[in-house]
């Protein structure tokens, strides 16, 4: 009961049965929920943590599966901050893979509690006209849980928007209202909501 559910603009919480209803708008992308502090965070076939559905226009239902964590509530966690990745082509990404990564997991196994990342913006890297969209799903294969060790929760920084300019222009569409909406679509696809929150211990995490 109380759990909170969005599509990014609106939102609205579950009664004593799980039950919701939601007003969605033309720029839904996600149907998704912040997972309590007492339950599992989910982890998808890519290994990234997983609270929110591919929203469909005319899908009336979108139904989530929480599962309890063994000892309830954890009292302590660790949460790792990344800063700014930026990876930009193949070399970067494997400095990232062969680098960052043992060293990330080296220091979970210091920590002797649940761990967590959170990135802080700019996955990847974008220059002058160049979208590094495509370096954004092998990204998300880095930062794998079964890869670095723990789950990696993802934030939009101004470079993992996608780029556009007058002589190189995007546009809005029946699902997205502004070409900042269609900018972040890549993204959004890729590593899903860009706005968020999530519970552990007693920290709300927005």
Wanted: with cysteine; aromatic share 14%; glycine share 8%.
């Amino acid at each position: 009961v109380g759990i909170a559910v969005t599509d990014g603009f609106t939102v609205t919480q579950t009664d004593a049965t799980g039950k919701y209803e939601l007003t969605t708008c033309q720029d839904t992308w996600y149907i998704y929920y912040t997972i309590p502090a007492d339950c599992q965070v989910p982890i998808n076939s890519y290994g990234q943590p997983v609270f929110f559905e591919k929203y469909v226009d005319g899908k009336s239902g979108y139904s989530f599966t929480l599962n309890k964590l063994p000892n309830g509530k954890e009292t302590k966690f660790s949460l790792f901050c990344l800063a700014d990745p930026q990876c930009k082509d193949s070399s970067h990404r494997n400095r990232f893979n062969n680098e960052s990564v043992p060293d990330i997991k080296s220091h979970i196994s210091t920590k002797g509690v649940p761990c967590y990342g959170v990135t802080l913006g700019d996955v990847v890297y974008s220059e002058g006209s160049r979208n590094c969209d495509a370096q954004m799903p092998y990204m998300r294969d880095h930062m794998a849980k079964s890869n670095i060790g723990m789950p990696i929760f993802q934030t939009m920084g101004n470079h993992d928007y996608s780029y556009f300019s007058s002589s190189k222009p995007i546009s809005a569409d029946a699902t997205s209202s502004t070409y900042n909406m269609k900018a972040q679509r890549v993204f959004e696809n890729v590593f899903g909501p860009i706005d968020y929150s999530w519970d552990r211990g007693d920290a709300h995490i927005v």
